[in-house]
């Protein structure tokens, strides 16, 4: 077992939705995205972002792109226009998640990415 | 099989003026899409209109016109579609036409409008249509008198029609981003908004998420960009569609950028909710039965898309005024850079209620220290310095003003190594907050017309 950083699983984009925010993470493999619709529940994501106080935070699935998507509500202050956040738009957020340590039996797998041109 | 190349070079307004030109002009394009409003633009172009009854709309886009008049001389079949008509389509055209007209160009010009409720929004009102908060399901009349700006998401029919009736150039009012994409091809296969093309209507609407933000489906905010991406020379993507909905994301060749399965998988979950139900106006898509597969270098294809119902509503995107802010910056260097900043920004705010201004809301942030995500990521050393930026926002503009004061005495009055403070005071804006609804697509009418 040892400790990773969640960018070595999976990459990710997050944006906004009104005064939400939503972070999409999307595993590199099968054996990732296993990991991931295991372990990196709402709850956990949750508790990941506890200080910006989103008022709650709900998971959705995409399989097919071996992708989580969550929305944090009520998380970007007031929304775009309104925030005084300097990052109004929640695009720090999918960065932020990716810095999460997570606990990992295999070898990281971000090296052996498939999907990449190969030029 | 007939296949139409539709392409973006504008994911919003403010977005590279050179990609139009440089996509229409390498991209072998049918379509060209130039994507200007993003949600509260309608409120900041509906001040404009009612100071000056022409003006209104995204002016950049007469800009792009004008260098886009020869490529459209050497590409009689080329055809726009825009959302730069925003609050005053109609004023645009004929912007649009008078610099086409100058250029030696004669195109056909339509125009989409409909989608502005304000004209009707208290009709609207007295016949039931509360326009529900769709959070906290407060009525719009609770801020009625504040609402500076109220359109309709409309959807991808009107822009066929007006295809249909001839128009070389479309130029909108507020529609749903992913619908400059499934009008042209509802026109090219003679797709139908009816039941029988829905699934068609989601996979074009697939296409259009994917493309609507410009450089974002080709490398642009990729997680794995890197130097060798050549972000600085990046392609605009174009999806090039077959009657069936299925088509590829690509770019024109010798561009920057990346098109692959990760760049196409991060774009197609931006700003999304439930992926299985994207709301349009014309489809409800399910983004979880799209497969995606790299079919070449900078070539993704992309299947499957497939509709989940469609609505009997639009979006509405209201807007009202909320007040004044403003937000200005200092560079503090340490050591403990992080803290004196935090301290200068208590400081700051101390001063001012000695002055007599507490404010509605106040934010102080040290950027270098994590404060982009407050709590979460949070700086493992010490930097050398750190960005101070102290926002605030109030009912008061004159609060608001006497706040903007309150940066330059930090400079002799404040911690050592305080600088920056350069760009003079910073501005004052308006507030211009945001009220999403639902309308009955039974209350609003688009129309078609041509310029």
């Given at each position: 077992m040892s400790t990773i950083t969640l960018s070595q699983l999976a990459h990710g984009r997050s944006g906004d939705k009104g005064n939400h925010a939503n972070v999409a993470v999307i595993a590199y493999t099968d054996a990732g995205f296993a990991w991931l619709r295991a372990n990196l529940t709402a709850g956990a994501v949750a508790a990941y972002f506890a200080s910006l106080g989103a008022s709650r935070v709900e998971r959705f699935e995409a399989?097919?792109?071996r992708g989580l998507n969550f929305v944090l509500y009520d998380v970007l202050a007031g929304g775009a226009s309104r925030s005084l956040r300097t990052d109004t738009q929640g695009k720090t957020l999918a960065v932020a998640l990716l810095r999460m340590l997570v606990a990992w039996e295999?070898?990281?797998?971000s090296a052996e990415r498939g999907t990449r041109n190969a030029e | 099989m007939k296949r139409v190349r539709i392409g973006n070079g504008c994911g919003f307004w403010g977005d590279n003026l050179d990609a139009p030109v440089r996509l229409a002009t390498a991209g072998r394009l049918d379509y060209l899409t130039l994507e200007y409003l993003a949600e509260l633009t309608m409120s900041i172009l509906a001040v404009q209109k009612a100071k000056d009854?022409?003006?209104?709309?995204?002016?950049?886009f007469i800009d792009v016109l004008g260098r886009l008049a020869p490529v459209l001389a050497a590409q009689p079949d080329l055809k726009i579609v825009t959302n730069a008509g925003g609050m005053n389509p109609h004023a645009c055209a004929l912007q649009a036409k008078h610099v086409l007209t100058k250029a030696g160009t004669v195109r056909r010009v339509g125009v989409v409008t409909g989608d502005d409720l304000l004209p009707h929004l208290d009709e609207l009102i007295a016949g039931g249509h509360t326009l529900n908060h769709l959070d906290s399901g407060e009525p719009l009349a609770s801020i009625r008198d504040k609402v500076v700006s109220a359109n309709a998401y409309l959807g991808a029919q009107p822009i066929a029609d007006a295809l249909k009736q001839g128009a070389e150039v479309v130029i909108t009012g507020r529609v749903a981003d992913a619908s400059l994409t499934v009008g042209p091809a509802a026109h090219e296969f003679g797709w139908g908004f009816g039941a029988a093309d829905l699934d068609r209507l989601a996979a074009g609407t697939v296409a259009g998420h994917l493309i609507e933000c410009g450089a974002q489906a080709t490398g642009g905010l990729w997680i794995n960009a890197d130097d060798a991406t050549g972000l600085g020379d990046v392609g605009y993507p174009i999806a090039e569609m077959s009657a069936d909905g299925t088509f590829t994301i690509s770019k024109p060749a010798g561009t920057g950028g990346a098109v692959n399965v990760e760049t196409v998988s991060e774009q197609l979950l931006y700003e999304v909710a439930d992926p299985a139900r994207y709301f349009t106006p014309d489809v409800v898509a399910d983004f979880t039965s799209v497969r995606l597969s790299q079919k070449g270098p900078d070539v993704v294809a992309v299947t499957g898309g497939t509709a989940n119902g469609v609505t009997d509503t639009y979006k509405a995107s209201i807007a009202y005024r909320d007040g004044f802010m403003a937000a200005g910056t200092l560079v503090i260097a340490g050591p403990n850079a992080a803290q004196k900043a935090r301290r200068s920004g208590a400081v700051m705010l101390e001063k001012l209620k000695r002055a007599g201004f507490t404010f509605a809301e106040s934010r102080v942030e040290a950027l270098?220290?994590?404060?982009?995500?407050p709590g979460v990521v949070t700086a493992t050393a010490d930097p050398p310095e750190v960005v101070l930026r102290v926002a605030v926002r109030d009912p008061r503009r004159a609060a608001v003003e006497r706040f903007t004061k309150?940066?330059?005495p930090l400079v002799t009055s404040g911690f050592p190594g305080t600088t920056g403070y350069t760009t003079g005071r910073p501005p004052v804006r308006e507030v211009f907050a945001y009220w999403p609804a639902l309308v009955a697509k039974s209350a609003v009418r688009a129309t078609v017309s041509m310029v």
């Open positions: 399989a097919n792109v295999e070898p990281p797998v | 009854a022409n003006a209104g709309f995204a002016t950049d270098g220290a994590g404060d982009c995500v309150e940066f330059a």
